[in-house]
Every structure is written in structure tokens, then in C-alpha cells.
């Protein structure tokens, strides 16, 4: 049974940072991964993405020069570090695991594995 949980979320201020880890069980983490949100009333939206190998990150572009991706193979745990944090982030974030099939990242239809999500509140 593959697995996917979402761990790190919390209340944080405005600038603060929390850091985010998804932990797989089941598979392999040889699959590209992302993280996504979604706020109340809004649709589920990309975030960041990383390669399987862990050398090409994407990110939208209101996570860029903020959040970081990250994975550890080994562990079979991704990573969102997410700093200088905005109550615009206030979210759900899920990870997910994506079809090897070189498709884009940033279409949550393009993913096969989810979490069940950990929810962040950003405050100003």
C-alpha cells in the first residue's frame, strides 16, 4: 500500500518559516514529486516540483526566491522549506508522487500518488 504523509505544517507569523516533509512508504521514491496547496474556496494549485534524481527543482513563480525543494532518496522523504512567508500562503500542502512519463509538473492531473495534506496558517 503506498503511502504519502505530510508532516511540519503549523501556525506561523508573517516572515517566519516552517519546513514541510513527506515521508513515502509502499514505493520507491525514484518519481518526480511536488507540492501543492489549496486554499479555502480556491482550486489546488503547483507550488515546486523536483526530478526524481533531485537535479532540476520548478517552482511557481510566487514560491520562487522563498520556498526550496529537496529530497533525500535514502530517507524517501521530500522536502518544502518555505521562508519569508506571506498569510497568502495559508494553505492545505500536499505532496504527490507524478507518472514517469515526462509529463509537466505543474498539472496536479499528472500525479498518481497524494497525500492526505497538513495545513499551514501564515498570520499577519
Known amino acids: 500500500q503506498v503511502q504519502l504523509v505530510e508532516s511540519g505544517g503549523g501556525s506561523v507569523q508573517a516572515g517566519g518559516s516552517l519546513r514541510l516533509s513527506c515521508v513515502a512508504s509502499?514505493?520507491?521514491?525514484?518519481?518526480?514529486m511536488g507540492w501543492f496547496r489549496q486554499a479555502p474556496g480556491k482550486e489546488r494549485e503547483f507550488v515546486a516540483g523536483?526530478?526524481?534524481?533531485?537535479?532540476?527543482?520548478y517552482y511557481t513563480d510566487s514560491a520562487k526566491g522563498r520556498f526550496s525543494i529537496s529530497r533525500e532518496n535514502a530517507k524517501n522523504t521530500v522536502y518544502l522549506q518555505m521562508n519569508s512567508q506571506k498569510p497568502e500562503d495559508t494553505a492545505v500542502y500536499y505532496c504527490?508522487?507524478?507518472?514517469?512519463?515526462?509529463?509537466?509538473?505543474?498539472?496536479?492531473?499528472?500525479?498518481?500518488?497524494w497525500g492526505q495534506g497538513t495545513q499551514v496558517t501564515v498570520s499577519s
Open positions: 504527490a508522487a507524478k507518472r514517469r512519463d515526462g509529463s509537466s509538473f505543474v498539472d496536479p492531473g499528472n500525479y498518481i500518488y
Open positions: 523536483i526530478s526524481n534524481g533531485g537535479a532540476t527543482t
Open positions: 509502499g514505493l520507491r521514491l525514484s518519481y518526480g
